[in-house]
T-cell receptor
Framework: AQRVTQPEKLLSVFKGAPVELKCNYS??????LFWYVQYSRQRLQLLLR??SRESIKGFTADLNKGETSFHLKKPFAQEEDSAMYYC?????????????FGAGTILRVKS | DGGITQSPKYLFRKEGQNVTLSCEQN?????MYWYRQDPGQGLRLIYY???????QKGDIAEGYSVSREKKESFPLTVTSAQKNPTAFYLC???????????????FGSGTRLTVV
């Protein structure tokens, strides 16, 4: 079964501090992993995906198949990073496009 | 202005009534999805459709029904059989993989359903 675990419901950091939002997954094959973000009063939107290997708004995430993790990191948090973050997993193409989401982590950046 | 529209934003239902939530997209996406968002549980998949006139159950389909008669529309009916319908409902759409540039899901702004 596919499962995504985000162990922290809330992560509170000071502005300028490093951020790491944890995501672990359970899947026997080769999944695709994503991070989605929901800012206050905005729609849920894609932040980044592991196959793109890109940095968006200073955030990066590396897929670690050995640890089955896809943690989201940023070296210096900014107040505008405060939002709800969801990690999501997608199986192989024959299983379609559906995403399995984690429970989400609220990131609060304090000034 | 391309996007995905959910209506209504707020919906109140009496116990025993069926209600239908609307989801419309003009992005020419083949696939559409319905998720339920509850605090502490994240997003759980109710139903999804990868093509017109076809749909599949997600993880929590009991008490819900859908139809996909048009590519643009994927309405969700919350029936009286749904034991705990009060929740925030999100609709999303995407291209099918291998059918164009994959930008991930595009989400609607959601419908908050309350049973009174």
């Amino acid at each position: 079964a596919q499962r995504v675990t985000q162990p922290e419901k809330l992560l509170s950091v000071f502005k300028g501090a490093p951020v790491e939002l944890k995501c672990n997954y359970s899947y026997s094959g080769s999944p695709e992993l994503f991070w989605y973000v929901q800012y206050s009063r905005q729609r849920l939107q894609l932040l980044l995906r592991h196959i793109s290997r890109e940095s968006i708004k200073g955030f990066t995430a590396d897929l670690n198949k050995g640890e089955t993790s896809f943690h989201l990191k940023k070296p210096f948090a900014q107040e505008e990073d405060s939002a709800m973050y969801y990690c999501a997993l997608r199986g192989p193409m024959e299983y379609g496009n559906k995403l399995v989401f984690g429970a989400g982590t609220i990131l609060r950046v304090k000034s | 202005d391309g996007g995905i529209t959910q209506s209504p934003k707020y919906l109140f239902r009496k116990e025993g009534q069926n209600v239908t939530l609307s989801c419309e997209q003009n992005l020419n996406h083949d696939a559409m999805y319905w998720y339920r968002q509850d605090p502490g549980q994240g997003l759980r998949l109710i139903y999804y459709s990868q093509i017109v006139n076809d749909f599949q159950k997600g993880d929590i389909a009991e008490g819900y029904s859908v139809s996909r008669e048009k590519k643009e529309s994927f309405p969700l009916t919350v029936t009286s059989a749904q034991k705990n319908p009060t929740a925030f409902y999100l609709c999303a759409s995407s291209v099918n993989r291998g059918r164009g540039r994959d930008y991930g899901y595009t989400f609607g702004s959601g419908t908050r359903l309350t049973v009174v």
